[in-house]
C-alpha cells in the first residue's frame, strides 16, 4: 500500500506564500500521475494541479500564474509552490497519486494539510 505524507500547510496573509510537499512511501519513477486537490467544508474535493509522467502539467485555471507544481523523483516527492495566496484558496490540500497495479490504475491520497489564508 503505498502512503503519500503532505507537509508544509500553515497560516499565512493574503499575497504570501507556501511551499507544500508530498513524498511517497516508494519511488515514483513509473508513476502515472501525482497532484494536488484541495477542499472546503460542504464543496467537493477539487483538482489545483497535477503532473504527469510524461511531464505534462494541468492547472486549475483559478492558480494559473499563481501555483508551480514540481516533482524531483529521487526524493519521491512533489511539490506545489504557492504564491500570491488569496483567502479563497484557503483548504485542506491532499497529494494524490496513480499507479498501475495488476494492470488496473489504482488511487492513493495523503491524509490532507490545512492551509489558511487571512486576509
Known amino acids: 500500500q503505498v502512503q503519500l505524507v503532505e507537509s508544509g500547510g500553515g497560516l499565512v496573509q493574503t499575497g504570501g506564500s507556501l511551499k507544500l510537499s508530498c513524498t511517497a512511501s516508494?519511488?515514483?519513477?513509473?508513476?502515472?500521475?501525482m497532484g494536488w486537490y484541495r477542499q472546503v467544508p460542504g464543496k467537493q474535493r477539487e483538482l489545483v494541479a497535477r503532473?504527469?509522467?510524461?511531464?505534462?502539467?494541468n492547472y486549475d485555471d483559478s492558480v494559473k500564474g499563481r501555483f508551480t507544481i514540481s516533482r524531483d523523483v529521487a526524493r519521491k516527492s512533489v511539490y506545489l509552490q504557492m504564491n500570491n495566496l488569496k483567502p479563497e484558496d484557503t483548504a485542506v490540500y491532499y497529494c494524490?497519486?496513480?499507479?498501475?497495479?495488476?494492470?488496473?490504475?489504482?488511487?492513493?491520497w495523503g491524509q490532507g494539510t490545512q492551509v489558511t489564508v487571512s486576509s
Open positions: 516508494e519511488s515514483i519513477f513509473s508513476v502515472n500521475d
Open positions: 494524490n497519486a496513480h499507479w498501475f497495479r495488476d494492470l488496473q490504475l489504482r488511487e492513493y
Open positions: 503532473i504527469f509522467g510524461s511531464g505534462t502539467i
